[in-house]
């Protein structure tokens, strides 16, 4: 079961100039800067109230975010909704006949499980549902 939205991740080119505007925007400064390796990004997020905005920039040209800049240009990139159980909300799902993109939940910023379920099968909306992973 679906329990909040957990964050709306922007992607971003240039993460510093992107972490100025958000945090003249919000009046808050970045809550945590990170790189996540495996997805090949860097990622920095402001905590407002119990969501997040994060900021999701590519360090190679082969990173997913990179891919999505190149093809649609900064701006929305998906939205996350947090669950208890991210391996039975992506069992209901498949049983469901949802497409995922990920089968089973791989580490992603912030020390959670993470795993996208395809656009298509959100009218064109990349969904993630995640858990505090431990």
């Excluded at 495996?38 to 082969?62: M, R």
């Excluded at 990179?66 to 209901?92: N, Q």
């Amino acid at each position: 079961m679906i329990t909040r939205i957990a964050h709306i991740g922007l992607a971003v080119k240039d993460l510093g100039s992107a972490q100025t505007v958000f945090e003249t925007l919000l009046g808050a400064h970045a809550s945590h800067v990170q790189r996540v390796e495996e997805q090949k990004v860097d990622v920095s997020s402001f905590h407002i109230d119990d969501t997040n905005i994060e900021l999701t920039c590519g360090i190679s040209p082969d990173s997913p975010i990179s891919k999505f800049i190149e093809k649609r240009g900064e701006g929305i990139h998906h939205i996350a909704f947090e669950t208890d159980d991210i391996h039975a909300e992506l069992a209901r799902l498949k049983a469901a006949g949802v497409a995922l993109i990920d089968q089973e939940p791989r580490m992603g910023a912030d020390n959670y499980l993470v795993a996208f379920i395809h656009p298509k099968a959100a009218n064109g909306v990349l969904v993630e549902i995640s858990q505090k992973a431990g």
